[in-house]
């Protein structure tokens, strides 16, 4: 099919899904990807024009299934929400020879959806992702509206920005609470060894106030 998934498979033909070469709109992940990772995925698919990923299989005779499906569309619908603009999609669980595979189908963008980091990237028919060039990203700019695509790319920049300051205060605070920790340790391990000089201290003081005599006399009667 030249590297382009039939991606409107009905129910039931997930077999047929399966028996397609991967391409521009199809692809497989035998094991849940990480959620950046599973962004920059569906960044690509949407920028060429959506499709499907298939997670549990690596084809038609290659299927491992899923442990937990649930988690696998967590982790897709996480990632579709950290893309800007934000990308729709659709997770199916499917049943095939006994095991359980995740179907994601991914809308296609318009114009360009930008991953949280990484360069802007596309699928070609061979379903490799590349960095889309200057001229690419000029024409999806015009193609969908120069102003809508330049406020997509200052609020990319403002969130990553926002997740760096937030990321560098949860730091500054890890920090104080690890130095307050060790100064409280510090502090416990050296209290055994100032008992005996508080003692000392604190008698001494008792004798300088009193006097030896009338201190005798209030300790002992």
């Not at 077999?15 to 709109?25: F, H, I």
């Not at 024009?49 to 442990?67: D, R, T």
């Amino acid at each position: 099919m030249n590297g382009s998934a039939d991606i409107s498979s009905p129910e039931g033909a997930i077999e047929d899904l399966l028996s397609q070469p991967e391409g521009k709109a199809l692809d497989f992940e035998a094991k849940v990807p990480g959620t950046e990772e599973a962004s920059h995925l569906i960044a690509s698919i949407a920028n060429s024009g959506g499709g499907k990923i298939v997670l549990g299989a690596e084809g038609e005779n290659e299927v491992s299934g899923l442990a937990r499906p649930e988690q696998a569309r967590t982790v897709f619908e996480d990632a579709a929400g950290s893309v800007v603009p934000p990308v729709s999609l659709e997770f199916a669980v499917e049943s095939v020879r006994d095991h359980s595979i995740g179907v994601v189908t991914v809308s296609a963008s318009e114009g360009i959806s930008l991953a949280p980091s990484g360069p802007i990237v596309r699928r070609d028919e061979g379903g490799r992702s590349h960095a889309l060039t200057k001229d690419e990203i000029a024409k999806a700019l015009s193609d969908g509206g120069v102003q809508t695509k330049l406020d997509q790319l200052l609020q990319l920049s403002e969130d990553q920005n926002e997740r760096l300051k937030r990321m560098q205060e949860d730091n500054r605070a890890l920090r104080k609470k690890v130095d307050r920790a060790g100064a409280e340790a510090k502090r416990a391990r050296s209290l055994p060894g100032q008992v005996p000089g508080l003692l000392a201290g604190a008698v001494l003081g008792a004798i300088l106030s009193f006097g030896l005599p009338e201190l005798w006399r209030v300790v002992f009667g």
